[in-house]
């Protein structure tokens, strides 16, 4: 696997009737009302995550940001022995959506040649309310987006605690292991196979590889 080492910079966009909001790292967001809203985290022109959905009639204002250090995961030292990349909702907003909301997440997995690998194979685990780590794969619904980009969706209202680990763990090794720092979850629903489409925002963030942490 390619390995992707850079410093992280995150911000998001807002994209609904013509409307943008740009932060530098994290964005309060103030959805359209009862209009479809996106928002988008990319790394140059290549996107890493979505969350889209029709905000309700009065849609509250939520803090977006999206987290891929391993430095403040008490489960990193699970995934120390392979490929595996961190998706940190911060604050695990909850989404003031008419419906349940899709979030896709990109596959960060490259071949030898730097393509991106198909979704289908990676394990996605989540952290839920009692702090264990869940297998959620099946929730996720592998496909591509617009663009032809591999991606894995789901439905929620509730952006939380995401890690795609390209090798399962092991019965036991984590998935019933409690962190010293709980963080709230709560679990995600199935999404549907057809994803929603693409967004031209542009936006800053960068996934790193457990691999290539310091």
């Known amino acids: 696997m390619k390995k992707w080492v850079s410093a992280l910079c995150a911000a998001a966009c807002v994209l609904s009737l013509g409307t943008a909001a740009f932060a530098d790292a994290g964005v309060v967001i103030k959805p359209v009302e009862n209009e479809w809203n996106s ?11 979505r969350i889209t959905f029709q905000a309700d009639s009065d849609p509250d204002k939520f803090y977006s940001k ?7 995961s008490a489960f ?11 998706f940190d ?10 419906s349940l909301p899709t979030l896709v997440l990109y596959s960060p997995f490259v ?15 989540q952290v839920q309310q009692d702090n264990i780590l869940k297998d959620v794969t099946s929730s996720f619904s592998a496909g591509y987006d617009g663009d032809g980009l591999p991606i894995l969706g789901t439905r929620t209202r509730v952006l939380g605690t ?21 963080k709230a979850e709560q679990a995600t629903e199935p999404a549907p196979q057809k994803q929603a489409p693409a967004n031209d925002g542009h936006t800053g963030i960068f996934l790193p590889a457990y691999a290539d942490r310091g």
């Open 111 to 125: 071949d030898e040649e730097g393509e991106p690998v198909p979704g289908k194979g990676i394990t996605v685990y």
């Open 39 to 49: 928002v988008l985290w990319e790394e140059g022109d290549e996107p890493l995550a």
């Open 89 to 98: 909702f911060v604050g695990h907003p909850v989404i003031p959506a008419a």
């Open 66 to 72: 999206l987290s891929t250090s391993w430095s403040d």
């Open 162 to 182: 995401y890690i795609l680990a390209e090798e399962k763990l092991e019965a036991g090794e984590g998935l019933a292991t409690e962190p010293s720092t709980p």
């Open 76 to 86: 990193s030292s699970l995934f120390a022995d392979q490929d595996a990349y961190l």
